[in-house]
T-cell receptor, first 116, second 115 residues
Framework: DQQVKQNSPSLSVQEGRISILNCDYT??????FLWYKKYPAEGPTFLIS?????DKNEDGRFTVFLNKSAKHLSLHIVPSQPGDSAVYFC???????????????FGKGTHLIIQP | DVKVTQSSRYLVKRTGEKVFLECVQDMDHENMFWYRQDPGLGLRLIYF???????EKGDIPEGYSVSREKKERFSLILESASTNQTSMYLC??????????????FGPGTRLTVL
């Protein structure tokens, strides 16, 4: 039962164009969403996040959009650069009532390839 | 600068061995987590801890145990390693979730191979 879905295992985009990575979720208790970027043999690094009280968050070239009614979020990267080639993970959090800690539920990832 | 370190980058063990994976964070974070990453499966939560000596099972705790004797250190233990535990293991830490911002910081990972 996959609660966070990234249906595109890979995505190829030309340098300078917009990259759009999609993520769907099923658990309506999720109220915070994050995107992580991961290079091979390294740990994931935080990219951008969004709370469910917002529908958009922007940070430089990265924008995350949240559509709560559709349970869908997307990450836009514009313009795409060669260094953006990596695996991108969508993650979701539901505030845990038991003390504050909560593990993230991750999607399977999308491998973004930026072509020169 | 925020830092999560893991004791080994690469580890090779034999089936049936007891394996310890160590994680240390220097950010005074209350929460610590162990995930494994497998191709096509993403990251899956094994165990987490929100305080010293406290632990909670994640989504895939079978075959694993954890120990948190000090706030900065969280150990993952494979009591009797099996080949299906060959994976990339990632440790993370965070402050308790509150307000409108939350982030987990990850270590570099340990690539464990069980032969």
């Amino acid at each position: 039962d996959q609660q966070v879905k990234q249906n595109s295992p890979s995505l190829s985009v030309q340098e300078g164009r917009i990259s759009i990575l999609n993520c769907d979720y099923t658990n309506s208790m999720f109220d915070y969403f994050l995107w992580y970027k991961k290079y091979p043999a390294e740990g994931p690094t935080f990219l951008i996040s969004i709370s469910s009280i917002k529908d958009k968050n922007e940070d430089g070239r990265f924008t995350v959009f949240l559509n709560k009614s559709a349970k869908h979020l997307s990450l836009h990267i514009v313009p795409s650069q060669p260094g953006d080639s990596a695996v991108y993970f969508c993650a979701a959090s539901a505030l845990w009532s038991g003390g504050g800690a909560d593990g993230l539920t991750f999607g399977k990832g999308t491998h973004l390839i930026i072509q020169p | 600068d925020v830092k999560v370190t893991q004791s080994s980058r690469y580890l090779v063990k034999r089936t049936g061995e007891k394996v310890f994976l160590e994680c240390v964070q220097d950010m005074d974070h209350e929460n610590m987590f162990w995930y494994r990453q497998d191709p096509g499966l993403g990251l899956r939560l094994i165990y987490f801890s929100y305080d010293v000596k406290m632990k909670e099972k994640g989504d895939i705790p079978e075959g694993y145990s954890v120990s948190r004797e000090k706030k900065e250190r969280f150990s993952l233990i494979l009591e009797s390693a099996s080949t299906n535990q060959t994976s990339m293991y990632l440790c993370a830490s965070s402050l308790p979730r509150s307000g409108s911002f939350y982030e987990q910081f990850f270590g570099p990972g340990t690539r464990l191979t069980v032969l």
